[in-house]
């Protein structure tokens, strides 16, 4: 499953992320989520890509869906990887593994899938992704499908 994926992002645990029950928090998975997928356009559009691309790529999400297939503790190094399935007109759809770091072989922590619009904040409406935004997630992920 490890191959799917052509980004990770790593972060460690930290104490503030778990709960009563020594787990990370069921919400802070959508954190984690949230900075894969920005980590992600920062390896695709560059280190200064929210600046260059602000009055014309401007991502929400209206979407997620999380599913837990075991907890992640206090310290656990966690490789989240990310990568872009559908490629829409003014929307994308990512999906996400989290396991640690360096298993041999991935057991995932979380699976996810979310929906992303392109947002223009002045209409309030979706607005198409860029071409330039486009190209390079097609040239990135490499996938006819997509």
């Known amino acids: 499953m490890k191959n799917?994926?052509?980004?990770?992002?790593?972060?460690?645990?930290?104490?503030?992320?778990?709960?009563?029950?020594?787990?990370?928090?069921?919400?802070?998975y959508l954190t984690y989520l949230d900075i894969a997928i920005t980590e992600y356009f920062r390896e695709l559009l560059g280190d200064t890509w929210m600046k260059e691309f602000e009055?014309?790529?401007?991502?929400?999400?209206?979407k997620s869906t999380l599913e837990f297939k075991r907890p992640a503790r206090l310290d656990d190094w966690l490789s989240?990887?990310?990568?872009?399935?559908?490629?829409?007109?003014?929307?994308?759809?990512?999906?996400?593994?989290?396991?640690?770091?360096?298993?041999?072989e991935p057991n995932p922590?979380?699976?996810?899938?979310?929906?992303?619009?392109?947002f223009d904040p002045v209409t309030g409406r979706s607005?198409?992704?860029?071409?330039?935004?486009?190209e390079r997630i097609l040239r990135f992920e490499d996938d006819p499908g997509l």
Not at 55 to 62: H, N, P, Q, T
Not at 127 to 134: F, L, N, S, Y
Request: with cysteine; net charge positive.
């Open 109 to 118: 922590i979380l699976l996810a899938e979310q929906i992303h619009v392109n």
């Open 55 to 62: 009055d014309s790529f401007d991502i929400a999400l209206v």
């Open 4 to 28: 799917e994926f052509r980004f990770y992002h790593h972060l460690r645990v930290r104490y503030a992320e778990i709960d009563g029950q020594k787990i990370v928090f069921n919400a802070h």
């Open 80 to 104: 989240i990887g990310c990568r872009i399935k559908k490629l829409g007109n003014s929307s994308f759809t990512a999906t996400f593994q989290i396991s640690q770091k360096d298993e041999a």
């Open 127 to 134: 607005r198409p992704i860029p071409e330039t935004v486009r």
